[in-house]
């Protein structure tokens, strides 16, 4: 007979937060690599004729993913993230949160009490009025029509839109600005509860995509140069 571990309230916190966190990171990561092919579309359209169909694809893919990877955090469904119970569980569990907790964690990292003194100073305990405040940035966010593009262009094709040739993305224009706010809001709220925990802070945009992708764009640059040379 097999038992289960029942995890303690710092394990299950930490569950809740990595699992967000690689969801966040991976919308923005998806994000980034298609803002700098939508980008390099338009300056560097030799080097994207090069590999149309391959680049085009993989721009319309990292959207995709994104907008899947947001809707995980807003949606109710069975496999969404359940912010609803991450929230919950941040409420009842106040005391992991106090600087109190905090300090014995940087204790036990082995922080000497000088320095310990100094980052518990700056310090903010969690309230339940600051969960509600998150709740209702994540309730107020941009998200209908990003719902609408999954719903009715992503996940899958409604007949009405091929035989009517609807571009949902005009019908229901979602900007860069929405989906960064949406993005930004997100790690905000994660970072505010993961800095109270163990003073631990993620920086989005880690590795930067766009070099990478600019890389790129410079070897086909290089493939054409050379090519045109051996003619």
């Given at each position: ?68 990877s947001i ?12 912010l ?15 600087a109190?907790a ?9 922080l ?20 509600d405040?998150?709740k209702?940035?994540?309730?107020s ?19 009405n ?11 229901n ?10 993005l930004?809001t997100?790690h ?44």
């Open positions: 007979m097999t038992t289960t571990k029942t995890l303690t309230p710092d394990e299950r916190f930490l569950a809740y937060y990595d699992k967000l966190r690689d969801e966040l990171n991976k919308a923005y990561t998806y994000y980034e690599i298609s803002k700098a092919l939508r980008e390099i579309k338009s300056t560097r359209r030799t080097e994207f004729s090069e590999a149309i169909t391959f680049l085009s694809l993989t721009l319309n893919a990292t959207l995709f993913s994104t907008v899947m809707n995980r955090f807003i949606d109710s469904h069975r496999d969404s993230l359940h609803d119970v991450f929230f919950k569980f941040i409420r009842n569990n106040m005391n992991l949160f106090s109190k905090y300090k014995k964690r940087l204790l036990d990292k082995g000497d009490s000088e320095d310990c003194e100094h980052w518990v100073k700056l310090h903010t305990d969690i309230t339940a009025e600051m969960v405040q998150d209702a940035k994540i309730e966010l941009p998200v209908h029509n990003l719902k609408v593009w999954r719903d009715k262009k992503l996940a899958h094709i409604e007949r839109l091929v035989t009517k040739n609807v571009n949902i993305m005009e019908v224009p979602v900007t860069i600005q929405e989906i960064d706010k949406i930004i997100l905000e709220i994660l970072d505010r509860y993961r800095l109270a925990y163990d003073g631990v802070q993620w920086i989005l945009g880690l590795p930067p995509a766009k070099p990478q992708i600019e890389y790129v764009m410079d070897a086909i640059s290089h493939y054409r140069q050379s090519r045109k040379e051996r003619k």
